[in-house]
Structure formats: C-alpha cells, structure tokens
C-alpha cells in the first residue's frame, strides 16, 4: 500500500512538474519563423546586364565630297561583296576639271620644249662670248649680257616645270576627287540601312555637323551584344566567360556567347545626367556563338555572364544571411542583403537547436540567383531561419521561435 502511495505522488508530481514548464514555455514569447534545411546543391553566380545586339564590322558609307546622286546600285537588305558597286555622284564637273588639267599640262610641256630649246641656245650663246672675251675682243659688258639671257632663259626653264608639277597636282586631286563619285562596298557584308534616293544631295561633314551617312554595311556573319555592367560587378568579369543572351524578340530562344572585349573605362555620359554620386557603367561586349540569321541590329538583349560554377556545394537562402554587431547581444540590426558589412559587423544565420535560435557567423563562396554558398560555420541538414524579415530583425540568441509554413505550401494546404 505504501508503494502504491509513492509511485501515485510520483506520476503527480511528473505530471506537475509538465504542466509547469507547459505554462511557463506558453507564457514566453515567441517568433514565428520560416526554416529550411542547409543542403547541397550546384550554384550559378551570373553577373545580369542589358543593351543591344550589333555586328562585329559595321562601316558607315559617308560622302567625302559634295555632289547629287545620280545612280544608287542596291536596296536595303542586299548582300554585297567587298568592291561591289554601291551608288554614284555627279561627276560632270570633275570629269572637266580633268580635262582642263590635262590640256593645261600639255599647253605647258610645249612651253617647256620651247624654254629649253632658248636655254641650250643661251648657253652655246654665252660659251661664245666667253671665249671672245678671255681672249679680248669684246668687252665685259658684252659677257655680262649674254650671262643674263642665260639665266632669264633658265628661270623661265623651271618656271615652265613649276607649272607643270603644279597642274599634275592638280589633275591628280581632280582625279581623287572624282573617283571619290563611285562608292564601292569596303567588306562583304549585307545593306543594314539605306539612307538615300537618286536626285538627293550628299553633304560632306564639318567641324560641328556631321555628313550625310549614304547607307550602313555590316558583316552579319559575326554578331555581338554590348551590354553596360555596373562598376561593382565589372571586376568580376573576365575574357572568355561563357555568357547566356536573350534576344526580346526571341524571348523563348538562349543564345550563346563569350565574353571577348571589357571596357578599360567608364562610359561617358551627357553632362547633364553626369554626376559624381551616381554609379559608373563599364562596356562588355559578348560575341554569339553561332548568331541566328534572324538577329537584326539593334534588337534589345540581356546577357547573363556566368562568373562562377560549383556542383553539390553547402548553401542556404540568401535571405537567411544577417549581419549582426560583434560587441552586442540583441537582435540582427539589418538583413544582409539590404547593407553591406560594416567594420563592426559579422555576417552569420541564425539556426534553430531545441526551438529556439542561435547565430552562427559563417564565411560566404559564391553567390547563385536565390542561394548563397556556405563555405565554413554550418553542415548539412541543420535548420536555418530564412524568414520574414520582420522576423529576422527581431531574431536574437536563445529566443524561442516558431516555425510556420511558408506561404506557398500553407496556401496548397
């Protein structure tokens, strides 16, 4: 009977002990979180950025001198090799200036047989008059006579070649100028933009106006995407990176590419959206890999650049990532995603051990579209808090949490 009696207290004590605790852990507050588990899985890290498609060569066709346009030879859209014909200028006025230069030239190779004629008469002349006058039968007067008409005969010589030399100057800018009529393709490639009509003028560029663009050849074998990366992603660029392109206009198509070219520099912007504070650009072009024949240029682009790849590596939500002050013991004072680290900051998780949580600082790899990797600080299969945010904020070690499902699977329930 006295048995019975102690083992009866004992199971009501238990009991009391049960309900105490029960009423207590009810008592204390806690935070509804959501959690899952650190797993294994392979990461991504791309670095994302926009801009349009071009071709590797592109010439722009530019009047070099003034003229109407008297034939066009292609139409938009046409395949051309290089030297084929393209269009053609006015020519009448440079044709005649030729001729004019060619006539000046033989009116004066003809003075210039007559003038040498006169200088090798001169000469003989002088040699003549020497001679009488070493052996004095004239005067010095006479000599200094001939002397002259020697040298007037031999200015008027090379004045004669002057001309000449001048007027084949001048035939040879003639003929540059007119061959600078007919326009023949520089590459082969295809018509990406015809500009002009037969009768229009072609205007030569100046100083502050630029000239009139005849028509756009491109080679549209080799087609790149240039696209703008912020300052703080461009150091992690490099040449050969594989890169993923997607075309808008082709939104259910990938294309791919390398990366072949990294600006050295920031790209200039107008003056007035320029300001100090606002964040650089860098130029990185993409070359397609095997370009379709239906990308056009100018179409919108957006490349993803893969900068970094690893297979069945720890990793955890990027939302679970908080930063935390080293010297305090309260709550997370911003997720990590929204700040960068401070001198004074830690970066770590918060995981749950026996319901309730502790922060553990970890050191971070690389970073996939929703995951991060978790290079020390954490194994697999151990309960992260990866939500809310509100939640986070609030999360501090040894505080009782609760988990809750998250919204996509409470909603399937």
Do not use: C, H, W
């Not at 007067?141 to 008027?156: F, G, I, N, P, W």
């Amino acid at each position: 009977m006295k048995k019975k009696v102690i083992i009866i207290l004992a199971v009501v004590l238990v009991i009391a002990i049960i309900v105490i605790l029960n009423l207590s852990s009810q008592r204390e507050k806690s935070v509804k979180v959501t959690m899952e588990k650190v797993k294994r899985t392979d990461l991504t890290s791309t670095i994302s950025a926009s801009g349009e498609i071009k071709p590797k060569k592109s010439v722009n066709i530019s009047a070099l001198i003034l003229g109407r346009i008297v034939k066009i030879g292609v139409k938009e859209g046409d395949e051309v090799k290089a030297g084929d014909f393209l269009l053609k200028l006015d020519s009448t006025q440079f044709e005649a200036n030729a001729e004019r230069d060619r006539a000046f030239i033989q009116s004066s190779q003809a003075e210039l047989n007559k003038a040498e004629t006169t200088l090798e008469k001169s000469k003989g002349f002088y040699e003549r008059q020497k001679n009488l006058f070493d052996n004095g039968l004239i005067s010095k007067e006479q000599l200094e006579q001939a002397k002259m008409q020697l040298d007037l005969a031999d200015a008027s010589n090379r004045s004669v070649k002057f001309q000449i030399q001048q007027a084949q100057a001048s035939l040879k800018s003639t003929l540059d100028n007119l061959g600078k009529t007919v326009f023949s393709s520089p590459i082969d490639g295809v018509i990406t933009s015809l500009r002009v009509e037969e009768g229009e003028m072609a205007i030569i560029g100046t100083m502050n106006n630029p000239g009139t663009v005849l028509m756009i050849i491109a080679d549209l074998s080799v087609m790149e995407v240039e696209v703008e990366v912020d300052e703080t992603d461009v150091v992690g660029v490099q040449l050969g990176q594989i890169a993923d392109v997607r075309v808008d206009a082709f939104p259910s198509q990938v294309f791919k590419g390398k990366v072949t070219e990294i600006g050295s520099s920031a790209l200039q912007k107008s003056a007035a959206a320029a300001t100090t504070t606002e964040s650089k650009d860098f130029k990185v072009v993409v070359t397609l890999d095997n370009p379709s024949k239906l990308l056009k240029p100018g179409l919108s682009a957006s490349s993803d650049i893969i900068i970094a790849e690893k297979k069945q590596v720890l990793a955890v939500p990027i939302s679970a990532l908080v930063l935390k002050d080293k010297k305090s013991e309260g709550p997370a004072a911003v997720s990590a995603p929204a700040k960068g680290r401070g001198a004074n900051e830690e970066e770590g998780v918060y995981v749950v051990e026996s319901g309730r949580a502790k922060f553990v600082p970890v050191k971070k790899g690389i970073m996939g579209e929703l995951m991060i990797e978790i290079v020390s600080g954490l194994t697999e299969n151990q309960d992260v808090v990866v939500g809310p945010y509100d939640a986070l904020r609030q999360l501090k070690d040894g505080l009782l949490v609760k988990a809750e499902a998250p919204k996509k699977e409470a909603a399937k329930k």
